[in-house]
């Protein structure tokens, strides 16, 4: 098991820039995918980003792709996501969860942070 902490949202006007970071607990972390998730009021958990255990691997929702880093380190047991060029519709509930499995699915993540806001204004 592995307990995770979001950190970093806040608000910004469209076209600037936040970094999220979620803070793990446990020594296996390196075993771990970790994923970014997203949750805007009224609308279903969607898959934002998504980074291997060894950090060599990523993957992006085509929505951020271009404009949003995943990034993790090992010796701080961190995951970063750097946020760029926001927009209103990237204003949501922000979550990390850690997977076993290389998947972008929610339902193949096990543990789950209680989340950070990010509010985007035009």
């Known amino acids: 098991q592995v307990q995770l902490a979001e950190s970093g949202g806040g608000s910004v006007q469209a076209g600037g820039s936040l970094t999220l970071s979620c803070a793990a607990s446990?020594?296996?972390?390196?075993?771990?995918?970790l994923g970014w998730f997203r949750q805007a009021p009224g609308k279903d958990r969607e898959f934002v980003a998504l980074?291997?255990?060894?950090?060599?691997?990523?993957y992006y929702a085509a929505p951020v792709r271009g404009r949003f880093t995943i990034s993790r380190d090992s010796a701080k047991n961190t995951v970063y996501l750097q946020m760029r060029s926001l927009r209103r519709e990237d204003t949501a509930d922000y979550y990390c969860?850690?997977?076993?499995?290389?998947?972008?699915?929610?339902?193949?993540?096990?543990?789950w942070g209680l989340g950070t806001q990010v509010t985007v204004s035009s």
């Open positions: 969860a850690a997977s076993a499995l290389w998947a972008v699915d929610a339902i193949n993540y096990d543990d």
């Open positions: 446990g020594r296996t972390f390196s075993r771990y995918a």
């Open positions: 980074i291997s255990g060894n950090g060599e691997n990523n």
